[in-house]
């Protein structure tokens, strides 16, 4: 082990005085951040690669209060560590659970901080809220600079929420520009988290990373920073999409992280002969590792899911667990959700879901017809989510009695092709290629099923979303899907959804076919299955329980 000196993050300022950056735009206190001054003789930084697609940046929700607190187990403190979180800024599934997990563990006893980027994307509203907590200089890698780090900090409903600063950094209109801007991005990101810590003087029992962006932390931890407070947490590292591991060639990862030789071996953040992964160090290096669900624990350590690291999860898999993630009930309740056309819940479901289903017609300008069929499709328009399937099926979809209502952006290919069927079936086809958080709710509310076909789905928040509006998702048995979706079965009445297993547009077919047969043929058994899903437990209690579990297990003082 290298014997790095630990970074305390308690750095004061250069002497020589730092230029001053773009005015800060925040309420009290705000300084303006100041660029960074060279310290030292800096080496060049290696060549960069182009930039993959951008994902959007949404809007904000309304407030909510989190669930009452249960303090039937020891109180513990931990520090989450990611790139985003709803509703300052959210691009998939990773921005609802950093926003609601934190909050479900509030209610189990846990004191909570998140550490986030303060990207300049970030509405106003909430920068307006954010107070001034502190600044200090930290060097990073082999830049021979010190680069300041602001810590803006907002207090809500029970979680501390700490913004990272730097405007260097963190200047984007979005949060993943491309591996050029984001591999230095996030290495400056998950060592300043640390170094924040420090600074606050706010050493939490467990510190819970992320996804590739905080992936790094467990590993300064046990590095550069172990011998500083923070070094003694014990750390979580969560995989929400075991696709996007942070990969870059050496040299680039060792200038911008400074990290010892030591971790650029196999077991660690060597990826190959060239390559350097963060996930993986961050893997090699965690106390723990989750993912959020059982099956797609599982389904990671094989070469069709593994993504190229079955081989390191199978040797670390005595650390790996699978928790399946649950939804904000606050913020997802049909009863009270302010972006409805009629508020509902399980006793008045069969009556209210179809004048939803005829303002979402209305809205969407399609035909207004209660008796047809819309599925809803609410997604990144990505590879991941099994739209080669879709498009194989939707000419025999589209019958004259079934309207497609698609929202998400992402792949031109995908939004093009949606675009081409809205053109050619007018009225009964929405492809809508935006980002909107409020009618994402109103077609979960107006939608009589909502299709899931993902090639892979680590969990899934959309059939969730669905079942809980009294939505019947039709999905593919993979990942979380297959967790959380029981398939119907027409004997026995039984299940949740329409289920199809292997990766085939006939299946999905067939799937989409069983249901609208029940749809159509049977209401009232499919009516059932409405009140059964907006029945089922998808709260985030059990699964914040079994993270609280997990942290009692690695702090058992
Ligand atoms: P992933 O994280 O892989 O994108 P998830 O199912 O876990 O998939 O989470 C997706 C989340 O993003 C859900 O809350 C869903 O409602 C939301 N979402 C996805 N696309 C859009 C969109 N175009 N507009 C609004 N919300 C969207
Ligand atoms: C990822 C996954 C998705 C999961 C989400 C939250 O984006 O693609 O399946 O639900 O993270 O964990």
Redesign the pocket.
Known sequence: MAQKKAQSGKKQPDKKKAEPAKKAQTAKKAEPAPKAEPTKKAEPAPKAEPAPKVEPV?QAEPETKPAAPVYDTPRRSVAFIGSECHPFVKT???G?VMYALPRALAAQNCDVRVILPRYACIPQKYQDKMVYRGEFYMDLGRTGRNYYVGIMEYIWDGVVYDFIDNQEFFTAGNPYVGLVEDIPKYCFFSKAALAALNYMNWIPDVIHCHDWQAALAPVYLRTLFRDSPVGRAKTVLTIH?LRFQGIYNIPTIRYWTGLPDEVFNMGALQQDYVNANMLKGGLAYADRITTVSNTYAGEIQTPEYGEKLEDHLRYHNYKLRGIVTGLDYEMWNPATDPALAVHYDITNVLQHKPENKRALQQELGLVQDEGKFVIGL???LTN?KGLDLVNAVLPQVMDGNTQVVV???GDKQYEDTFRWYENEHKGMFAACI????AR?HRIYAGADALLVPSRFEP????QL?AMHYGTLPIVRETGGLKDTVEPYNVFTGGGNGFTFDRYDAGLLLDAINRAKTEYFTSRYHWDEVVQRDMAKDVSWANSARQYKDLYLELTPW
């Open positions: 949404p998939g599934g990773l609802d999409n609410i997604s990144r991941q929202l998400g952006t935006q980002y909107d958080e994402a969990c899934g928040l959309t979303n």
